[in-house]
């Protein structure tokens, strides 16, 4: 069955743009992870969903950075303004719930901003 | 807080060698405890898994035991193939803590 996809899997941004990453998860999982990994580190949390409900945004690191989910299906990470230190991957993840079962991750968004 | 602390790379084997990457976790109560890879163009996979102290997860010739009292879950791997070049990932998380805490990753590169 189809993974987790996103889109789009490259975006090269100028400094100051908007961007927007879109994940489609899983069809029928209800959690929805956002992560970012900076280059030679691991991933790092950034928000969560439960259906539409974001019950979790502690890891988003300005308040440039904007998560949805509206129909609790795929969701959307907009990045205002991007800076150079947003460059990285961003990694969407979903699971049937969350505990202890598996996050099945997306080939992530690879962001540059120049 | 929870964090994850891995060791450093890389790794550089011949294949049919003996594997283990260490992983010690400082965690609030009770975590599970999780081993992702990522091969090369690839996405992160979970290669395996253990939900409680002394539980062993094992997938693919890979092992790792759930060590409370060193707070450690260090993979193993009796004979390596090329095939398993990768980055690894040991994380934890689970139960109220639903998102995951990742190390920092350790290349591992096998030589035929």
């Known amino acids: 069955g189809a993974g987790v996809s996103q889109s789009p899997r490259y975006k090269v941004a100028k400094r100051g743009q908007d961007v927007a990453l879109r994940c489609d998860p899983i069809?029928?999982?209800?959690?929805l992870f956002w992560y970012q990994q900076a280059l030679g580190q691991g991933p790092e949390f950034l928000t969560y969903?439960?259906?539409?409900?974001?019950?979790?945004k502690s890891g988003l690191p300005s308040d440039r950075f904007f998560a949805e989910r509206p129909e609790g299906s795929v969701s959307t990470l907009k990045i205002q303004r991007t800076q150079q230190e947003d460059s990285a991957v961003y990694l969407c993840?979903?699971?049937?719930?969350?505990?202890?079962?598996?996050?099945?991750f997306g080939p992530g968004t690879r962001l540059t901003v120049t | 807080g929870d964090s994850v602390t891995q060791m450093e790379g890389p790794v550089t084997l011949s294949e049919e060698a003996f594997l283990t990457i260490n992983c010690t976790y400082t965690?609030?109560?009770?975590?599970?405890l999780f081993w992702y890879v990522q091969y090369p163009g690839e996405g992160l996979q979970l290669l395996l898994k253990?939900?409680?102290?002394?539980d062993k997860g094992s997938n693919k010739g890979f092992e790792a035991t759930y060590r409370k009292e060193t707070t450690s879950f260090h993979l193993e791997k009796g004979s390596v193939q090329v095939s398993d070049s990768a980055v690894y990932f040991c994380?934890?998380?689970?139960?109220?803590?639903?998102?995951?805490?990742f190390g920092k990753g350790t290349l591992l590169t096998v030589n035929p």
């Open positions: 993840a979903s699971s049937t719930s969350g505990g202890t079962y598996e996050q099945y």
């Open positions: 069809s029928g999982h209800v959690s």
């Open positions: 969903f439960q259906n539409e409900a974001q019950l979790d």
């Open positions: 965690a609030t109560g009770y975590p599970s």
């Open positions: 253990a939900t409680k102290a002394d």
């Open positions: 994380a934890l998380g689970g139960g109220s803590n639903y998102k995951l805490t």
